[in-house]
């Protein structure tokens, strides 16, 4: 047991580690993808999210977030999960490539004005190169967030995209990080267009 508990230590004391180190670095970052968000809303345009394995989970989360509620009731917010359809993903694989299943569905209900947010955990996968591809031809502004490695889609991004980078190559405290810009992005999309400040139980 002591060494189970000394384990249990480690992961809490890498992630306190791994957030404070990503705290300075991305706070502007994450404060300019909150604005971008909410301009584009103020626009009446929507936003993308999309993802592979744990990043298909955030995007759902943040979709939810904006669609449903996060922190208080308050309008829903136009908001698409790219990885919500499971015959649309399957069919796409199956007919072409798993490197299209996020880009056919952007380059057919992407309009410009919208915004793309990529919750990476692998930036070197074909199918965030592609989607980041389709983005830029639609005129879509980029959101990436991913771990510590300049992957392939990463490379793609221009003056106009937002990067945010967490600084670690461990996948779990990736998740964490990304998890938590998920959630500061949430509080300023409520902030800014309904004055929502304090956290509700």
Do not use: W
């Not at 298909?56 to 829903?76: D, G, I, M, W």
């Not at 798993?98 to 056919?104: A, D, G, Q, T």
């Not at 569905?105 to 309009?111: G, V």
């Not at 405290?173 to 810009?181: A, M, V």
């Amino acid at each position: 047991m002591p060494d189970i508990r000394n384990h249990i230590a480690e992961q809490f004391a890498e992630n306190i580690e791994t957030i404070s180190m990503s705290m300075d670095p991305l706070a502007d970052a994450i404060a300019d993808a909150g604005e971008l968000i909410v301009h584009s809303l103020l626009h009446d345009r929507k936003i993308l999210a999309c993802g592979n394995g744990a990043g298909a989970a955030l995007a759902q989360l943040f979709t939810s977030s904006l669609l449903n509620r996060f922190a208080h009731e308050r309008p829903s917010l136009p908001a698409l999960n790219l990885n919500a359809d499971g015959a649309v993903l399957s069919g796409i694989a199956d007919d072409n490539s798993y490197n299209e299943v996020f880009s056919k569905q952007i380059k057919a209900l992407a309009h410009c004005g919208d915004i793309l947010l990529i919750f990476a955990t692998n930036s070197n996968a074909g199918s965030l190169v592609q989607a980041v591809r389709a983005a830029h031809d639609r005129e879509l502004c980029v959101i990436f967030i991913s771990g510590a490695d300049e992957g392939d889609a990463i490379t793609l991004l221009d003056q106009d995209d937002i990067e945010l980078c967490i600084p670690s190559d461990n996948l779990p405290r990736i998740i964490e990080g990304e998890l938590l810009i998920l959630h500061c992005i949430c509080e300023l999309i409520d902030g800014f267009l309904f004055g929502c400040e304090e956290s509700e139980a």
